[in-house]
């Protein structure tokens, strides 16, 4: 093992402990954020600032969430391994590769062409294998549906309705939810084929989740 190797391990494994710190009790969680090396997420140039707990700029003027909301919203899925989940917003693939390492079965959209790809080359040189899509989130992914649980990444104007039909009966949804100034994170469960419940878990602030498709 190099001694670069080591050295990110170990920033990795710093990281989950000042998450660990700030609330964060999954410990299958906790054990992905020391795992992922988030420094291989973003750009070379940012690499001094990859394992403090800050989001940070992406291509396309979109960001890689702060490992605290990566971690916070992992938690509130409660994944039980090999659940199938969905998540929108792949950006740069980070919170993928957690739920990859939590043991989930992991499918995620992206409306960036160019962001997709990115994350898929970068992803599959890891050894992650999530099933990603190129579209439009808000569609979620019928065919492949129905989900354990869903977890979206960028806030939307109103709750996807799409999304919740992709939902099994017992299942939840993860998402921010209050429009583009700040969020409230909130947690949809679908109770039985029609009923849903909701409940929230403080506030955040995300990129605005976008109809359509870009290049
Ligand atoms: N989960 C990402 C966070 C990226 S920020 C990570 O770990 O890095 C949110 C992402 O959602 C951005 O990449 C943005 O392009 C994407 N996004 C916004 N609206 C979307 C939509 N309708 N469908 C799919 N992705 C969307």
């Known amino acids: 093992m190099s001694d670069t190797f080591q050295n990110n391990h170990r920033e990795a494994e710093n990281l989950a402990r000042d998450l660990r710190r700030k609330g964060i009790r999954d410990e299958r969680v906790l054990a992905a954020i020391g795992k992922v090396p988030r420094h291989l997420f973003i750009d070379e140039g940012l690499r001094e600032y990859a394992y403090l707990d800050k989001p940070l700029p992406i291509e396309k003027g979109q960001t890689i969430s702060q490992p605290y909301t990566v971690a916070y919203q992992s938690e509130l899925l409660k994944l039980k391994p090999g659940e199938k989940v969905l998540e929108i917003g792949t950006g740069s693939g980070y919170q993928a590769a957690i739920l990859c390492e939590m043991g989930a079965d992991v499918y995620s959209i992206e409306r960036y062409k160019e962001l997709y790809l990115t994350a898929k ?56 939810l209050g429009g583009r100034m700040g969020q409230k994170m909130t947690v949809i469960k679908r109770v039985s084929e029609e009923k849903f419940s909701e409940s929230e878990h403080g506030d955040f602030i995300f990129v605005p989740m976008q109809k359509g498709t870009e290049e």
Do not use: C
Request: aromatic share 10%; glycine share 10%.
């Open 121 to 176: 080359k970068r992803l599959n040189k890891l050894g992650y294998s999530p099933n990603l899509f190129f579209g439009d989130g808000y569609e979620g992914l019928p065919e492949h549906a129905p989900f354990d649980k869903i977890l979206v990444t960028a806030a939307p104007d109103e709750i996807p309705e799409k999304l919740l039909r992709q939902l099994r009966v017992g299942g939840w949804m993860v998402l921010p």
